[in-house]
């Protein structure tokens, strides 16, 4: 993609658009920060670069701007010998170097996602803009920004874009923004549904970042999937009533809730076809997040945080002064297959509101002791504002909890591991956390054994970081 002059922000919010309020308001150009200021101790393990993406609109929006619309920032923290740097880079989408070219947005958002603009003003970017926004990977060498409407972004290790990736024209169609890796063969899995059509598409990728299968698994509805789990024999899918219904745009809800579907989960062979997948009905719910999964025997258990009934708010007929989201946040729970016996079940096992559900990554698929999550003490707060950190500890049941205060405004904790180590919980957890009073963000180190001690260390950010969506350790190779 040709490289485009430093871009430069022009967002007023002219609207009073709710999700440009506070934090979520943009920052409005890229810089680079060779030294940060740090409070406490760096530890001598910690050597790699913490990124973290989100939205961050270069233009005012058209229309109503929910914050799944905002094009891709990418911010790096980079640690190194007890130092910290900092840069950050929008991710130049094919349409936002239209839009940047043009001067102004031109593409609409998620509520009115089929104006689609004309090509006299965006030329070959495409009807839908791809904005990147919600994850960074990395996997055979390649870093990958996600967005699960469209196909992942490569990325350099200097956040600079490189253009959308397709795994060499073998994906043609979506890429979830939670893919997993099993760190013990280097695969990679994920999957892409369609907001147009009834189905899933199961992808795995080998160490050297090939694509070597695929597998499309039939729904009943076009379903609004965000996350999933493996274990060391399977996929594991949770197909939930929250449905996409493009007919609806302005008559209501574009994303609806329909109990009635019911909520199934859907075990995959790791390599299996589309007509292997078993369906096990459960209660109705939904899981944006999941921690972690394995088999045992007959027995496939998971975790993660389970929405009674969701609302996101993507209806263009509200008013932008109605709230529309259900701010009751999802709580823990844990799920369970019995494949001999053909059942399947779920119960809460925390009554503390969360998500942005993160464990040790390098035991995805087998069994983990352990979990983290952002949660909200206080009352009051919206859909997705955290004020702490969570863990849990499943063999004790026992959980701490360190809260960053009234103005604290708590990201998702990454678990960056101790290269020293030896136990699951030898490591620390990053997050970038917002302080409402100072308008500063700071990326505090906690201990993954000790969460309720707090900060072991805080990088102060030159600026704030806006709101933002998931993020990832990246050690230094």
Request: aromatic content about 10%; overall charge negative.
């Amino acid at each position: 993609m040709a490289a485009l002059a430093p871009l430069v922000g022009n967002v007023t919010n002219q609207n009073q658009q709710p999700d440009l309020e506070g934090n979520m308001f943009p920052v409005s150009d890229e810089v680079d920060v060779a030294s940060l200021e740090i409070t406490g101790q760096l530890p001598s393990g910690l050597q790699g670069s913490f990124l973290r993406n989100g939205p961050n609109p270069l233009f005012e929006p058209i229309g109503r701007y929910h914050m799944f619309d905002g094009d891709g920032m990418l911010h790096g923290i980079t640690l190194e010998d007890g130092r910290a740097s900092y840069r950050n880079r929008w991710i130049r989408s094919r349409g936002l170097c239209a839009e940047a070219k043009l001067g102004r947005a031109a593409y609409p958002g998620l509520s009115e996602v089929t104006d689609f603009p004309s090509s006299s003003l965006v030329g070959d970017a495409g009807r839908v803009k791809n904005p990147a926004n919600t994850h960074i990977v990395r996997h055979a060498d390649k870093y990958l920004a996600l967005w699960e409407g469209g196909l992942p972004t490569e990325v350099t290790a200097a956040l600079e874009t490189v253009g959308e990736y397709d795994f060499d024209g073998k994906l043609r169609g979506a890429m979830t923004a939670h893919p997993r890796l099993d760190p013990r063969t280097g695969d990679l899995f994920f999957f892409g549904y369609s907001v147009m059509e009834p189905v899933i598409n199961y992808y795995v990728v080998n160490a050297q970042g090939t694509l070597i299968h695929s597998a499309k698994v039939d729904l009943p509805a076009p379903v609004m999937m965000h996350d999933f789990i493996i274990t060391e024999e399977h996929a594991v899918f949770l197909d939930s009533p929250i449905v996409f219904d493009i007919a609806n745009l302005g008559k209501g809800p574009m994303v609806q809730w329909r109990p009635e579907n019911g909520t199934r989960i859907g075990v995959l062979p790791r390599f299996g076809t589309g007509e292997e997948v078993r369906w096990f009905e459960i209660d109705p719910g939904h899981v944006q997040h999941f921690w972690n999964g394995w088999v045992e025997g007959d027995r496939i258990e998971f975790s993660g945080t389970r929405f009674e009934r969701p609302d996101f708010g993507i209806d263009s007929t509200v008013e932008l002064d109605t709230s529309v989201v259900d701010n009751t946040p999802p709580q823990p729970a844990r799920f369970w297959v019995d494949l001999a016996a053909d059942k399947a079940g779920w119960e809460q096992f925390d009554d503390l509101g969360g998500d942005f559900a993160r464990f040790n990554d390098e035991f995805d698929g087998v069994r983990s002791r352990f979990h983290y999550m952002s949660a909200v003490v206080a009352q009051g707060r919206r859909l997705g504002d955290f004020d702490s950190i969570v863990r849990y500890d499943d063999a004790t049941g026992a959980r701490q909890i360190w809260t960053a205060g009234s103005n604290g405004h708590v990201g998702e904790s990454v678990f960056a591991p101790d290269p020293e180590g030896s136990a699951e919980d030898d490591g620390w957890l990053l997050n970038a956390v917002y302080d409402a009073g100072t308008e500063s963000t700071d990326i505090c180190v906690l201990d993954a054994r000790d969460v309720t001690a707090g900060p072991i260390a805080r990088i102060h950010l030159a600026r704030r970081m806006p709101f933002g969506f998931h993020a990832s350790w990246f050690a230094k190779s």
